[in-house]
């Protein structure tokens, strides 16, 4: 599967604190992104990052991409209640014709 | 307008109906997709129309039945389902296929009774 990988699946942590995941992926992209979802929601791009860069910020959204290793981070700074979903990485495999989405990181930002 | 919309929000059926689910786009977007998901799992793609030709079934039940009547429109229809096809049925647009950003529905949470 190109299906990518998630860490932490699960993630809770006090409002102003910063939360970081992970996402490692299988083989050569195009880009990375990341989407957010609310509980029983659509999903909502975040962030895209091309596979020539290497840091990208949106905001408080800081991404991260490793083409070395293969791997992502996004990076939520001074994170509050409304940020409380779950986010996913989402793979543009060069040569594939869809995204291949993550397993997942479910954040609870606690007031 | 960024907005792809899904009807119906909420369906609930049993294993002899026939249903279809709606979805709609007015971003003049060429590649539409359905995805399964299911609780605290990610989305799951089921079929990817570009130009309004099915490009991708990803081994998808024949119970479930595409349709791209247009560029704007996308269609799902369901016929005699399964319990374990209870899920949320997302939506997706994109400009193009693969790279590109992908725009979804709010989803229609399907329960097969």
């Known amino acids: 599967s190109q299906q990518g990988e998630e860490d932490p699946q699960a993630l809770s942590i006090q409002e102003g604190e910063n939360a970081t995941m992970n996402c490692s992926y299988k083989t050569s992209i195009n880009n990375l992104q990341w989407y957010r979802q609310n509980s029983g929601r659509g999903l909502v791009h975040l962030i895209l990052i091309r596979s020539n860069e290497r840091e990208k910020h949106s905001g408080r959204l800081r991404v991260t991409l490793d083409t070395s290793k293969k791997s992502s981070s996004l990076l939520i700074t001074a994170s509050r209640a409304a940020d409380t979903a779950s986010y996913f990485c989402?793979?543009?495999?060069?040569?594939?014709?869809?995204?291949?989405f993550g397993t997942g990181t479910r954040l609870t930002v606690i007031p | 307008d960024t907005e792809v919309t899904q009807t119906p929000k909420h369906l609930v059926m049993g294993m002899t109906n026939k249903k279809s689910l709606k979805c709609e786009q007015h971003m003049g977007h060429r590649a539409m997709y359905w995805y399964k998901q299911k609780a605290k799992k990610p989305p799951e793609l089921m079929f990817v129309?570009?130009?309004?030709?099915?490009?991708i079934n990803e081994s998808v039940p024949s119970r479930f039945s595409p349709e791209c009547p247009n560029s704007s429109l996308l269609n799902l229809h369901l016929h005699a389902l399964q319990p374990e096809d209870s899920a949320l049925y997302l939506c997706a647009s994109s400009q193009g296929l693969a790279k590109n950003i992908q725009y979804f529905g709010a989803g229609t949470r399907l329960s097969v009774l």
């Open positions: 129309y570009s130009y309004e030709k099915l490009s």
């Open positions: 989402a793979t543009a495999y060069t040569g594939a014709n869809n995204l291949f």
